[in-house]
């Protein structure tokens, strides 16, 4: 650990997050709606080998002490590539390749290999936000001169948080994710009422699709998952990579292990069994859920079923979330699938700072364009949206 008094704070970055007191962490992080800052979350990572140097995910996480008392943290990875962040910079790095300009390392704000919104700073209630944030992003920007990182990076946000960063001279990057949201639905007939009438008659025939096979859909949460099933969710996981996303097996099988029994609570599967097997489902999507969100993870399959990609990874999580107050589902990366089952695209952003002034002029020269073509493209996909021609006005307005 390397020390940095700030004023009367001291500034600790930590490699570990086995080195900061889960307690302490938590009572920063658990108020927050994202569930993926946890200290559970962030350490399993760490210690299953999946976010590690080895894997180019070196951690290196910002904290904030007051005396004993951590008031504020950031957890942060330093990196030698872009794999596993779901934000495609790789032009910025080619780009600064040419102009002879060093683009990695870098240092990167998220949570490893998870598009989902909500990185922000943990800061205790009742500090001065505005003066912890200051000191944490002039500590930032002294660890990277130091070590001669080119750049920090921030990435799928918490759009409340945006501002504050961009008050700092961090520069928003526009992008989009596929995003449900509840609008005071109370049954899974309200759901389908937003969609013209082929669409939902497209949406019936699907479910009925997967009934028909003769597999029952099972949801398991916290305490109702089999400890089994844990291992089980990494061989889905596993397969999916390997028939989909070559080059995307991130997260190791002692990840998924490990998730049992600290962090049970937080995940609901919904997992697809043959109407005479209980005990070995043939397929399951991972999600997680706090509070009134969820998050679609990952999905697997071991023999093809139509249409249960469909029903197990977005009609019927929609169907649980309307019946237990979910208010947001976030179904994962991609979208091809998901824009045509409700879910719209919807902005998320990145904010970035480079420490070349060349490099800095041409970003923030370029930006500004780059993100009226994104704006464009999210208008263009909801205004091609199968809902009603109500309910596409109304996600256009949002």
């Not at 290196?60 to 962040?85: C, M």
């Not at 700073?121 to 002039?138: K, S």
């Not at 399951?284 to 399959?301: A, P, T």
């Amino acid at each position: 650990m390397v020390q940095q008094p700030q004023l009367d704070y001291a500034v600790t970055w930590v490699n570990r997050m086995a080195d900061i007191p889960q307690s302490a962490w938590d009572e920063l992080a658990q108020p927050l709606k994202t569930p993926f800052l946890e200290w559970e979350w962030l350490n399993n990572l760490e210690t299953s080998g999946s976010a590690t140097a080895k894997t180019g995910w070196l951690p290196n996480h910002l904290t904030v002490w007051r005396d004993r008392q951590l008031i504020a943290a950031a957890p942060f990875y330093i990196k030698g590539h872009s794999y596993g962040e779901f934000v495609f910079d790789q032009q910025w790095a080619d780009l600064s390749h040419r102009l002879g300009i060093r683009y990695y390392p870098k240092l990167l704000g998220m949570t490893p290999f998870t598009p989902a919104t909500g990185y922000r700073f943990l800061i205790a209630p009742g500090e001065d936000e505005d003066r912890l944030t200051e000191q944490m992003v002039i500590a930032i920007d002294h660890f990277c001169d130091q070590n001669r990182i080119s750049g920090c990076h921030f990435l799928f946000v918490d759009p409340e948080w945006r501002p504050v960063l961009e008050r700092h001279g961090f520069t928003s990057w526009l992008h989009h994710s596929y995003i449900w949201q509840n609008k005071g639905f109370q049954t899974f007939d309200d759901y389908l009422s937003v969609f013209n009438a082929n669409q939902r008659r497209n949406i019936k025939r699907e479910r009925k699709a997967v009934t028909t096979t003769g597999l029952r859909l099972d949801i398991l949460r916290g305490e109702e998952i089999p400890k089994s099933l844990f291992p089980s969710i990494y061989g889905f996981y596993s397969s999916t990579c390997d028939k989909f996303m070559w080059g995307s097996k991130y997260l190791t099988r002692k990840f998924f292990e490990q998730l049992y029994p600290n962090y049970s609570d937080r995940v609901l599967l919904v997992a697809a069994y043959r109407e005479d097997n209980n005990r070995h489902p043939v397929g399951m999507s991972f999600c997680i859920n706090k509070g009134d969100q969820l998050y679609g993870r990952y999905w697997g399959c071991f023999e093809e079923f139509d249409c249960l990609h469909f029903d197990a990874c977005y009609y019927t999580p929609i169907e649980w979330g309307i019946a237990n107050g979910i208010q947001m589902f976030d179904p994962g990366a991609g979208g091809r699938h998901k824009r045509r089952r409700g879910f719209p695209a919807t902005a998320n952003h990145s904010l970035h700072r480079f420490y070349n002034a060349r490099f800095t002029q041409i970003l923030r020269h370029y930006i500004g364009e780059i993100n009226v073509m994104e704006q464009e493209e999210i208008d263009a996909i909801n205004q091609d949206l199968p809902f009603t021609k109500r309910e596409i006005n109304l996600t256009i307005q949002d």
